[in-house]
C-alpha cells in the first residue's frame, strides 16, 4: 500500500458493516494486518469470528450489548471514549494497514464521541493506513475529508415484510 485512503460507508441502506468487512477480508487475504473497532455494539454478531480464521486480525466491540434506543447510558459513554481511544492508539502503533471504526457516525449521532475527537483521530492517520468509518448519519465535515464516500440507500428491504435479522446475514 503506498497510500492509504479514507472510506465513509453512510446511509440508511443495509451494507455498511458488510462493505467494511468485506474490504477488511479482501486486506486479510492479500496479507495485510486489521484492526476493526465496532462502536455502540456489543452482542455476540458473526463477524466477531474472523479472527478464528485469521491471525492478523484484531476486532474489538465498544458498546454494551443492546443498541441504543432512547438515552445513551454512562456506559455507553465511556465504551465510545475508550473504544475510540483504543483505535487512536491501534492506528498510531503503525501495526496496522487498515483501520475499520465501524458505526462511529452513530457514536457520532448520539454525543457518545464528539465531532472534534473523531476529525482529530482522521488528521492524525498515518499517510500509508486505509481508514474505514462506517454508520447512518454521517456528518458533512466526515465527508468532506474522505476520499471515498458511499451512501447505502434503502429502495426495499425485507423487514417491512416481517422478516426478522438472521444470523449470518444480518448478524
Given at each position: 500500500?503506498?497510500?492509504?485512503?479514507?472510506?465513509?460507508?453512510?446511509?440508511?441502506?443495509?451494507?455498511?458493516?458488510?462493505?467494511?468487512?468485506?474490504?477488511?477480508?479482501?486486506?486479510?487475504?492479500?496479507?495485510?494486518?486489521?484492526?476493526?473497532?465496532?462502536?455502540?455494539?456489543?452482542?455476540?454478531?458473526?463477524?466477531?469470528?474472523?479472527?478464528?480464521?485469521?491471525?492478523?486480525?484484531?476486532?474489538?466491540?465498544?458498546?454494551?450489548?443492546?443498541?441504543?434506543?432512547?438515552q445513551p447510558?454512562?456506559?455507553?459513554?465511556?465504551?465510545?471514549?475508550?473504544?475510540l481511544g483504543?483505535?487512536?492508539?491501534?492506528?498510531?502503533?503503525?501495526?496496522?494497514?487498515?483501520?475499520?471504526?465501524?458505526?462511529?457516525?452513530?457514536?457520532?449521532?448520539?454525543?457518545?464521541?464528539?465531532?472534534?475527537?473523531?476529525?482529530?483521530?482522521?488528521?492524525?492517520?498515518?499517510?500509508?493506513?486505509?481508514?474505514?468509518?462506517?454508520?447512518?448519519?454521517?456528518?458533512?465535515?466526515?465527508?468532506?475529508?474522505?476520499?471515498?464516500?458511499?451512501?447505502?440507500?434503502?429502495?426495499?428491504?425485507?423487514?417491512?415484510?416481517?422478516?426478522?435479522?438472521?444470523?449470518?446475514?444480518?448478524?
Amino acid at each position: 500500500m503506498d497510500k492509504g485512503y479514507i472510506h465513509v460507508y453512510t446511509g440508511n441502506g443495509k451494507g455498511k458493516t458488510t462493505a467494511a468487512f468485506g474490504l477488511a477480508l479482501r486486506a486479510l487475504c492479500a496479507g495485510k494486518k486489521v484492526f476493526i473497532g465496532q462502536f455502540v455494539k456489543g452482542m455476540e454478531y458473526s463477524e466477531l469470528k474472523i479472527v478464528d480464521y485469521f491471525k492478523n486480525v484484531e476486532i474489538h466491540q465498544f458498546g454494551r450489548g443492546c443498541f441504543i434506543r432512547n438515552q445513551p447510558s454512562k456506559e455507553d459513554y465511556e465504551a465510545a471514549r475508550l473504544g475510540l481511544g483504543k483505535s487512536k492508539e491501534a492506528m498510531l502503533s503503525n501495526q496496522y494497514d487498515v483501520i475499520v471504526l465501524d458505526e462511529i457516525n452513530i457514536a457520532l449521532f448520539f454525543g457518545l464521541v464528539t465531532l472534534e475527537e473523531v476529525l482529530d483521530l482522521i488528521k492524525l492517520k498515518p499517510e500509508k493506513t486505509e481508514l474505514i468509518l462506517t454508520g447512518r448519519y454521517a456528518p458533512k465535515e466526515i465527508i468532506e475529508c474522505a476520499d471515498l464516500v458511499t451512501e447505502m440507500k434503502e429502495v426495499k428491504h425485507y423487514y417491512t415484510k416481517g422478516v426478522m435479522a438472521r444470523k449470518g446475514i444480518e448478524y
